[in-house]
């Protein structure tokens, strides 16, 4: 029975230069209908310095990581992507893990057993054969022990033109995987498959023939390649006879040899016979091993191994800690806008996912503003590379030219309060954010305010980056310098004044597990339509917040990311107007509370805000009605579903 090949394929990688034979041999060995690769980079933080501060060092990992697609054969789906661990190994097997890997794939850069040199690049300490365990490398070792997957290593040689396979062949589990991995190599390259099985010297007719027939019985069961060569040889030494055979091939797969039951050697988690032809050989090898129990072992061994799982258990569950998620969280998932400039690749990326992007832009009387930021838009993203196909500027009934200008410049321009005009309409920048999911049909929204005088397309395509490098992100908020305008100077560092005296004190208290945004409340974020019409929107002021939360909710923090957009210079609110503001994101929080808790926490909360006014023989109190109403998901509007349906026949029949 044939099983099927790897839907996913992990290759850890640090030095992109020496990934080309990497990427090649996983995208041969991949599920050609259902096959992904991941490129991973690992950034190991040592012990007693926060996860956190793997963040920028993991911005360099993923740009490096960025040119191993230079590699990728074409039709082969990868995305890259980084992980901060304390270890190289513990982080490779939590990501195979998370990603859901069939297979992990190694490059061994060492030259003998006793070199220095460590895998594929990956950062890690200690050279190979550390211990006296095998000629890999200690991190190799650790992985295989505790790998969710099959394990492949390979000894690079420069194979190019790959026109015969080898597969020693000696029987058992990692041999039928090396064999079922050799047929798909030599498919793919249209090569002659060889499988070799040695016996020894001086054996009967009638022992030659059974061997011959029970190697074609193997080969039968396990390829189903066209060409293929039967080799039995005679040799008093396996090793040399199979590196004889090796010489005239252009690429080898051996499996791991069967565990040993006793003795030291069973420290080598291959064996010593494919370890051996590893090294020695001129030309490429990939040794596999399938995922199984590491051989026979004492009681003593074994108590000791309980012991140390107990250990491992404690030590995942202090991980998934919030305070430990938040801070790995951080250092992954923290993105600079400068990683996504080249946007012609992300429009490359866009179409090879086969993706649609809207950008929208809400507007209230930005008359000033809206032009340039319109005219940038369309002339760098859409024009000069299709990266939006669509820009709408959904407008809060401004009373001055925002709407008549935003056209002018090519903009399609709606009124919030015409949309889904049978459930009404309210005030607020929420109400527009969810009535522009109705207005759209991009897979992916882009949001970004429009009161910005120092507009760049960093605030689109910074958001925007993240979601199109790593799949497992649905929402990405923007984050940057905000200065201040006082008295008609610019002043540093002072924006931000909500974030820092309300929602950052609320988010620690209530929400930790998003402690880890620096601007929760920033105007620049993008979602995937799928999560973003499966959450409700508060209409007013708390919409940023609300968003944050309840994709949490949904997604985990591993969800979420968020990107350095540098500098923002806008429009800065007076006091009693941030004032108004925090009253409705504080009623937001407490609602959500809540409704987390199912209980009546806070039976006195209220929506009206008392604003005392005093001056010149005057003295009041002014009771204003403020409270965010909230929307329900976009999913549940008969409309919507109706028109989404619209949109996926007209793209089913294209």
């Not at 300490?125 to 070792?141: E, L, Q, R, V």
């Not at 090796?246 to 069967?258: P, S, Y």
């Not at 309409?425 to 109400?431: A, C, L, M, N, V």
């Not at 992100?473 to 820092?500: A, S």
Request: some cysteine.
């Amino acid at each position: 029975m044939n099983l099927p090949l790897p839907s996913r394929v992990v290759i850890p990688v640090a030095n992109p230069a020496t990934a080309e034979e990497l990427i090649r041999f996983g995208s041969d060995l991949l599920d050609p209908r259902t096959g992904e690769l991941s490129a991973l980079g690992i950034v190991e933080v040592p012990e007693g310095m926060p996860l956190s501060e793997g963040a920028t060092r993991a911005r360099h990992a993923r740009r490096l990581l960025q040119k191993v697609l230079d590699f990728v054969p074409e039709g082969t789906r990868i995305h890259p992507i980084v992980r901060i661990g304390r270890h190289a190994a513990e982080g490779i097997v939590e990501a195979a893990a998370e990603l859901g890997a069939d297979l992990i794939v190694f490059g061994w850069g060492g030259k003998s057993p006793g070199s220095h040199g460590g895998p594929g690049g990956i950062a890690m300490h200690g050279g190979p054969g550390a211990n006296g365990s095998s000629p890999f490398s200690p991190t190799i070792d650790e992985v295989v022990r505790e790998s969710p997957c099959d394990v492949a290593v390979v000894k690079q040689r420069g194979a190019r033109e790959i026109r015969r396979v080898m597969v020693p062949v000696r029987g058992g589990p990692h041999a039928e995987l090396a064999l079922r991995f050799a047929d798909a190599i030599a498919r793919r390259h249209d090569a002659e498959l060889v499988a070799l099985h040695v016996v020894p010297p001086g054996i009967t007719i009638a022992v030659r023939a059974q061997a011959e027939r029970a190697l074609a019985t193997f080969v039968r069961q396990h390829a189903t390649s066209a060409r293929v060569e039967l080799i039995v040889r005679e040799a008093a030494n396996v090793r040399n006879a199979i590196l004889r055979e090796a010489d005239r091939a252009d690429l080898v797969l051996m499996g791991a040899a069967a565990a040993p039951t006793s003795g030291a050697a069973s420290a080598s988690l291959f064996g010593a016979m494919p370890e051996a032809i590893a090294t020695r050989s001129h030309t490429s090898v990939i040794v596999v091993k399938t995922r199984e129990p590491i051989g026979r072992q004492t009681f003593e061994q074994l108590a000791s191994r309980a012991e140390t799982l107990a250990a491992a258990d404690r030590a995942a569950e202090e991980a998934r800690a919030v305070p430990s998620r938040v801070e790995r969280w951080f250092g992954e998932s923290n993105f600079h806008h400068g990683e996504f400039g080249d946007l012609r690749r992300l429009t490359q990326l866009k179409e090879k996912q086969g993706v649609t992007i809207s950008l929208v832009l809400p507007t209230l009387n930005e008359e000033e503003t809206i032009g340039p930021i319109v005219r940038r838009a369309i002339r760098e993203m859409v024009g000069r590379v299709p990266l939006l196909d669509e820009v709408l500027v959904i407008d809060s009934s401004s009373t001055d030219r925002t709407r008549e200008i935003a056209e002018a410049e090519g903009a399609r321009v709606v009124q919030h309060p015409d949309v889904l005009s049978r459930y009404g309409s309210f005030r607020g920048k929420g109400e527009a954010l969810w009535k522009s999911l109705y207005e759209t049909s991009g897979d992916i929204v882009v949001w970004a305010d429009t009161d910005v005088r120092n507009w760049h397309p960093r605030m689109v395509y910074g958001t925007l980056g993240p979601l199109l490098h790593e799949p497992r992100l649905q929402y990405v908020k923007g984050y940057y310098q905000r200065p201040i305008v006082e008295g008609g100077v610019l002043r540093e560092g002072g924006g931000g004044r909500v974030t820092e005296l309300v929602a950052r004190p609320l988010i620690n208290l209530f929400y930790p597990e998003l402690s880890g945004f620096i601007q929760p409340l920033a105007g620049e974020y993008a979602g995937r339509r799928a999560i973003l019409e499966q959450i409700p929107f508060f209409t007013g002021y708390a919409v940023e917040i609300g968003h944050l939360i309840d994709v949490a909710e949904r997604t985990g923090i591993e969800g979420l990311g968020q990107v350095d957009l540098e500098r923002r210079v806008h429009r800065n609110q007076e006091l009693e107007g941030l004032s108004r503001m925090s009253f409705v994101i504080l009623q937001a929080v407490m609602k959500r509370l809540e409704e987390r808790r199912k209980a009546r926490l806070f039976a006195e909360l209220g929506s009206t805000m008392k604003l005392p006014r005093s001056g010149r023989g005057r003295l009041s109190l002014e009771v204003i009605e403020l409270a965010d109403l909230e929307r329900p998901p976009m999913i549940r509007i008969p409309e919507y579903l109706e028109r989404r349906q619209g949109v996926l026949d007209v793209t089913a029949a294209r």
